[in-house]
């Protein structure tokens, strides 16, 4: 309906043929031969100009656009040189349906038929300088505007691209490191449970010692596991903001980022902040469409003591299922920041975007 509305303004250009038939001094007979042709101009050029989207067989466009412009021509040397208005149509719909190195020479060709056409035509020539710019310039101008629409798709089609591999690449890290930590331990495991089922019931003892072994290997995988999940959730934040940074650009977003924190802060309050920062990137990346990401790291103070407040802002639509749908990555924030005595809040930012806010309060662990 929007691409419909803003291509129905430009049609008002044609007011000329339309008043020239209605009081043009014409035939009757020419009068309804012209409305039907003006008509069928107006469906063809349509056609090409709203299939952008689908790029339709170079020769169907280039036949297409022929027959747009026989009708412009017939039209203008029969009616008049109010209906010289539909070369304009021509050489716009022609930058839009074809593809840069074809358009380029089209449009061209489509204004020099143009001043061809106005010489051939009683009283051509004093519309002729008003309308071969707009011919020129528009048809110019849809070349750009459909290179700008591809390179969107394009960009669209990276970004998904890109957050597709980030989380590809933190599930192979996970199981490699899995495989690492678990795959000598529980290979002892099975080892000596199998050795031990050999020594029932005949030597009671000796399988009671293997089964020892397996409770002490067990023990030990659990605590290396226990380690490897810790140190993946206790991000830093000056690792997470080089990994926004690092993100945001490989996702096509310009970052506005804040300086690392100085001092040394609470391992709670690093750990949760850091979290949020990494959640909120992520939900810019995959899912909100930005173009800018403004991250505001500031300690503010409050009644209850300074607390250290992040923000994270962008200008994008915030997602398919709006910005006011809470999934589990917002959920498990605010759990975790509740942990901490910290609060999460979240939503739209204006007429566009998306703002999340983490607060934790400062004096969490000073005792400590």
């Not at 009081?23 to 008509?39: I, K, Q, V, Y």
């Not at 149509?89 to 349906?97: D, E, F, L, N, P």
């Not at 300074?306 to 749908?325: F, I, M, Q």
Request: proline letters at 5%.
């Amino acid at each position: 309906m929007v691409k419909m509305l803003w291509i129905s303004i430009w049609l008002f250009y044609l007011s000329a043929p339309v008043a020239d038939l209605a009081g043009g001094g014409h035939s009757l007979g020419a009068r309804l031969l012209g409305g039907l042709g003006l008509a069928a101009f107006v469906a063809w050029y349509l056609v090409l100009v709203f299939r952008t989207a689908r790029p339709m067989p170079v020769r169907r466009v280039l036949f297409s656009l022929a027959v747009l412009a026989t009708q412009a021509t017939i039209l203008s040397l029969t009616l008049g040189r109010e209906w010289l208005v539909l070369f304009v149509y021509v050489a716009i719909s022609s930058g839009a349906a074809l593809p840069a190195e074809y358009s380029r020479w089209t449009v061209l060709g489509t204004t020099a038929l143009l001043a061809v056409t106005a010489n051939a035509v009683p009283g051509g020539t004093a519309y002729l300088a008003g309308l071969l710019i707009p011919a020129l310039m528009g048809g110019f101008a849809m070349v750009g505007v459909r290179a700008m629409i591809r390179t969107t798709m394009e960009l669209r089609e990276a970004r998904a691209t890109v957050a597709q591999l980030a989380a590809n690449e933190e599930r192979l890290r996970m199981a490699r490191d899995l495989h690492d930590l678990l795959g000598h331990s529980l290979s002892l495991i099975t080892l000596k449970s199998e050795l031990a089922g050999r020594m029932l019931p005949g030597q009671p003892e000796a399988a009671a010692q293997q089964v020892a072994d397996i409770e002490r290997v067990s023990r030990q995988a659990l605590v290396d596991v226990r380690e490897a999940v810790s140190g993946y959730r206790r991000p830093t934040l000056p690792g997470e903001l080089a990994g926004a940074r690092t993100a945001l650009a490989a996702a096509g977003v310009v970052a506005d980022l804040p300086a690392e924190p100085s001092g040394d802060l609470p391992e709670e309050v690093e750990s949760a902040l850091a979290w949020s920062l990494r959640e909120a990137v992520t939900n810019v990346v995959r899912h909100s469409g930005a173009k800018r990401c403004r991250v505001a790291l500031e300690t503010r103070q409050t009644l209850d003591g300074p607390v250290l407040e992040l923000t994270v802002t962008d200008d994008g639509s915030g997602g398919p299922g709006g910005p006011a749908a809470p999934g589990n990555g917002l959920t498990g924030l605010t759990e975790r920041l509740a942990a901490v005595g910290g609060s999460l809040s979240a939503g739209p930012a204006g007429r566009t975007g998306f703002a999340l806010t983490a607060r934790v309060p400062l004096a969490l662990g000073s005792g400590s």
